[in-house]
């Protein structure tokens, strides 16, 4: 079992930042890719960024050059940079982690940006 626990979300006006962290616990040693997902009012959840255990992360083109993964494993822990939010931006966040073939999810962390 996975546990991930998501913190940094709030307000925030259109333009701003906002860092999201991820803390992973339990039988983390083999966890292989993490990513971060959101999902809107009335949408399905989609794929923001994820990141391998080697650190190299694939981001949505809807986030290319405004967001940044990155990943500790270390401290077993994940962040998302968000800069220059756009209100299209508001979802509750997700992080999720892939191990033993199976996805763990966080249990969300909403970002409102308005504009």
């Known amino acids: 079992q996975v546990q991930l626990v998501e913190s940094g979300g709030g307000l925030v006006q259109a333009g701003g930042s906002l860092r999201l962290s991820c803390a992973a616990s339990?039988?983390?040693?083999?966890?292989?890719?993490m990513g971060w997902y959101r999902q809107a009012p009335g949408k399905q959840r989609e794929l923001v960024a994820t990141i391998s255990s080697f650190g190299s992360p694939n981001y949505a083109d809807s986030v290319k050059g405004r967001f940044t993964c990155s990943r500790d494993n270390a401290k077993n822990t994940m962040d998302l940079q968000m800069n220059n939010l756009k209100p299209e931006d508001t979802a509750v966040y997700y992080c999720?982690?892939?191990?033993?073939?199976?996805?763990?999810w966080g249990q969300g962390t909403q970002v409102t940006v308005s504009s």
């Open positions: 999720s982690a892939n191990t033993g073939g199976r996805k763990y």
């Open positions: 339990g039988s983390i040693f083999s966890i292989a890719v």
